[in-house]
């Protein structure tokens, strides 16, 4: 045989365990020995808690009551009355349309009464002595009755030129000038409700059997960060959006200090049923996987492949099934292990976690 060819079939042969070895390796690495000495890893406990069940959803802020506030009748604006962005309170004037016609009008109808009250009781004397008839008194009554119903429009047409705040709110920009000719229903200022305010939001449909007036809502919104809002559900949809299959939910949320401004966005947390126990460790100890999400266990000192099911996540932990109350998980170092390497747990402060499950 030449020394080419041993030289080849040598080659041959290399390559072939190399091959073997690195299946052996990277393919089934299930369980394998450190080369070092057990890997050093961080451990904690999992505990018992109670947890609430959370729904999260999108929100849209609104005013409680919004109205654009116009006049009822035309007139010229002698008087504003009110500042862009001013608080009001119900009944606070905001303009004031030229009132002179109508004040003249209601002058010349409160001077009729008078007369009409006279002839009335002139036409009612010559009833009760029989000089007079009964359709002159009953023509008298009218005439005064409808005097009065003169006085009274004329009072509420006067009353129409001071335009007021149908409710307490918060006032947006004036659309208006002093001096201006109003029609009917021209607009002359937003004015909105805003304490308190009410969010509006949706969740799916499969959610409708959990949802219940009276429930607390938190929420959080980009403009405040680190603030956090309280409310609670008092309105559901008689019927579901036939586009996305999702109930419609109303709640109310305080605004004393106005700070929440109609049309925001903001991220909305339904509280649904009662605490219950759950199974809580941090975030952490989750290594995420396609097929099943896992933790590794900590039994002796070996780590253990546990696959657990996520139930919920609040800020840095989750509630899970899948283990126990008071077993040992891996917090750090998760990325050197594998089903069944041992392991030297440490605690969060360094020290050997050979007592972790002596608590």
Not at 75 to 98: A, H, M, N, R, W
Not at 199 to 224: C, H, W
Not at 268 to 297: C, E
């Amino acid at each position: 045989m030449s020394k080419t060819r041993i030289f080849k079939a040598i080659g041959a042969l290399l390559l072939l365990a190399l091959i073997a070895w690195s299946v052996k390796v990277f393919v089934f690495p299930a369980k394998r020995t450190p080369l070092f000495g057990p890997q050093e890893v961080q451990v904690t406990k999992a505990t018992s808690e109670d947890w609430q069940q959370k729904l999260a959803a999108t929100g849209t802020l609104y005013a409680n009551e919004g109205v654009t506030v116009s006049p009822e009748t035309t007139g010229i604006v002698t008087g504003i009355l009110f500042q862009s962005g001013d608080y009001v309170e119900k009944g606070t004037p905001l303009v004031q349309l030229d009132p002179s016609i109508a004040q003249a009008n209601l002058a010349s109808t409160q001077a009729l009464i008078p007369l009409r009250e006279n002839e009335y009781k002139r036409a009612l004397d010559l009833y009760k002595k029989k000089v007079g008839s009964k359709q002159d008194l009953d023509t008298a009554e009218s005439n005064l009755e409808t005097a009065k119903a003169s006085l009274q429009s004329a009072q509420a047409t006067l009353d129409l030129k001071t335009i007021t705040a149908p409710f307490s709110g918060q006032l947006g920009l004036r659309q208006i000038d002093l001096g201006q000719y109003l029609n009917a229903g021209t607009a002359i200022v937003n004015l909105e409700a805003i304490d308190p305010m009410r969010v509006e939001f949706t969740l799916p449909q499969r959610f409708v059997p959990l949802i219940e007036n009276g429930q607390k809502v938190t929420m959080v919104s980009d403009a405040y960060p680190g603030r956090t809002f309280t409310g609670e559900v008092y309105a559901t949809d008689s019927a579901l959006d036939l586009n996305t299959r999702s109930i419609g939910i109303w709640a109310s949320v305080p605004n004393e200090d106005h700070s929440l401004v109609p049309g925001s966005f903001v991220n909305v947390i339904l509280y649904v049923g009662k605490p219950q126990p759950s199974i809580v460790i941090p975030q952490q100890a989750v290594v995420y996987n396609d097929v099943s999400d896992f933790v590794y266990k900590v039994d002796g000192n070996k780590a253990v492949k546990t696959d657990i099911k996520i139930i919920q996540t609040e800020d840095k932990w989750v509630s899970v099934s899948g283990i126990n109350a008071d077993d040992v998980v891996v917090i750090s170092g998760q990325n050197k292990l594998s089903d069944g390497v041992d392991i030297k747990p440490m605690t969060a402060d360094g020290q050997s976690s050979s007592t972790a499950d002596k608590g």
